[in-house]
């Protein structure tokens, strides 16, 4: 567990919360820099996603993008 806390992101990773942390213009347009991007379908993109926002090797990389979506799911979660 030490040597994964130490290691650093994938590439693939930090592609991840790069993308989060961009805007869109408007609907679809992030779905499809998913898919051209980096070559994920949506859901396994926001799978992927959910899991990095657990990682603490992905807050060490992006504190502020990691904290934002973390409140993000939390408010959707206590919505439900």
Same mark, same amino acid.
Not at 22 to 29: V, Y
Not at 38 to 61: F, I, W
């Given at each position: 567990?030490?040597?994964?806390?130490?290691? %650093?992101?994938?590439? !693939? &990773?930090?592609?991840? =919360? $790069?993308?989060? #942390?961009?805007?869109?213009?408007?609907?679809?347009?992030? %779905?499809?820099?998913? !898919? &051209?991007?980096?070559? =994920? $379908?949506?859901? #396994?993109?926001y799978q992927l996603l959910n899991a990095l926002l657990d990682d603490?090797?992905?807050?060490?990389?992006?504190?502020?993008?990691?904290?934002?979506?973390?409140?993000?799911?939390e408010a959707r979660r206590s919505?439900?």
């Amino acid at each position: 567990m030490e040597r994964e806390e130490r290691q %650093e992101l994938h590439r !693939r &990773e930090q592609a991840i =919360l $790069a993308l989060e #942390r961009r805007g869109f213009p408007g609907p679809g347009a992030k %779905e499809r820099a998913i !898919r &051209e991007e980096l070559g =994920l $379908a949506p859901v #396994r993109y926001y799978q992927l996603l959910n899991a990095l926002l657990d990682d603490e090797r992905a807050l060490a990389h992006d504190p502020v993008t990691v904290n934002r979506l973390r409140r993000v799911r939390e408010a959707r979660r206590s919505e439900r």
